[in-house]
């Protein structure tokens, strides 16, 4: 800059042998995979890495209970959509929220989701029905709502605040095992 405040123009390229201060620098470090996690081939496998079949069993467990007891509020013609769930039945149900958001539908009705005509998809038919993902949803359960409500009571006394804090741990050790956090 002159004096004046004009820039100053020159045709010459300045001479680059200044070191570029340090606070310069932009230093990045990305998330990756680690060990094992780099075997994975399907998308399936990397969700076994980090939710394990103990953690749905968990899941499981807890649901039906829950099912239990909401079912005693049903009539007699509508227990048969009062079943109590399975393993797999809760992996399918996990895969229908996976491939919702895979379509991008997360905001779509269920009912289109699960329509016959052309707009509905034939994956979210053919795995489960709407009724039956409907009761899946009112009914999920990550923890043992007996537990819960005395938690509730206990709360000054207890670090956990969370009533599925166990499974939350669980999971985020096995996301630092498996991802390398960004420096």
């Known amino acids: 800059m002159e004096r004046d405040g004009t820039p100053e123009w020159s045709t010459v390229v300045p001479t680059k042998n ?15 995979v680690r060990r094992e996690s780099k075997n994975c081939k399907s998308p399936i496998d990397c969700f076994q890495l980090i939710v394990t079949d103990d953690m749905l069993e968990t899941v499981v467990a807890n649901t039906n209970k829950y099912i ?19 393993l797999s039945e809760i992996k399918a149900y996990t895969g229908l929220l996976y491939m919702a958001g895979v379509f991008k539908s997360n905001r779509q009705n269920l009912d289109d989701l699960w329509a016959n005509d052309e707009t509905g998809m034939e994956i979210f ?10 009761f899946l949803l009112q009914c999920l359960c990550f923890d043992d ?22 499974l939350y741990r669980e999971l985020r050790t096995k996301l630092e095992r498996r991802i390398t956090s960004p420096a």
């Open 18 to 32: 200044k070191r570029t201060h340090s606070c310069n620098i932009i230093r990045t470090h990305l998330p990756c």
């Open 68 to 86: 239990d007891t909401v079912s005693v509020y049903y009539i007699d013609p509508d227990k048969y959509k009062v079943k109590r769930t399975t």
């Open 125 to 134: 038919r053919s795995t489960m029905s709407l009724q039956r993902l409907k």
């Open 145 to 166: 709502r007996t537990r819960s409500l005395a938690m509730d009571l206990m709360k000054e006394h207890h670090r956990e605040r969370a009533a599925c804090s166990h």
